[in-house]
């Protein structure tokens, strides 16, 4: 069973940045792609960036897309979510998901994801 640990979340101003990065151990080489979702309270959880492992390729959401950056270490089994700009609305859980499947194109449902890390809270103050 694949294990994922998030870590780098925390309480930031609105405009700056942060950087969550999310470490995969245990059966590592069935994943093929590692995801970003975010769940806000009483809002249901939503796809932010997805990457696939063996070429890099990536996909955003549009409130991601020019301000977070997904990138991967395959070596290293991680993969980084860089958040630049953040803004209040950008407050949440973030949750590091990762697939064992063949997507393509890549996956932005939740329930796509087979693994699940516990989350790591952000909050951007305004």
């Known amino acids: 069973q694949v294990q994922l640990v998030e870590s780098g979340g925390g309480l930031v101003q609105a405009g700056d940045s942060l950087t969550l990065s999310c470490a995969a151990s245990?059966?590592?080489?069935?994943?093929?792609?590692m995801g970003w979702f975010r769940q806000a309270p009483g809002k249901e959880r939503e796809f932010v960036a997805t990457?696939?492992?063996?070429?890099?390729?990536?996909f955003y959401a549009d409130s991601a897309k020019g301000r977070f950056t997904i990138s991967r270490d395959s070596a290293k089994n991680t993969v980084d979510l860089q958040m630049n700009s953040l803004r209040p609305e950008d407050t949440a859980v973030y949750f590091c998901?990762?697939?064992?499947?063949?997507?393509?194109?890549?996956?932005?449902?939740?329930?796509?994801?087979?693994?699940w890390g516990q989350g790591t809270q952000v909050t951007v103050s305004s």
């Open positions: 998901a990762a697939s064992a499947v063949v997507n393509v194109p890549l996956p932005q449902r939740a329930q796509e994801y087979s693994y």
């Open positions: 245990r059966r590592t080489f069935n994943i093929y792609v």
């Open positions: 990457i696939r492992r063996s070429d890099g390729s990536t």
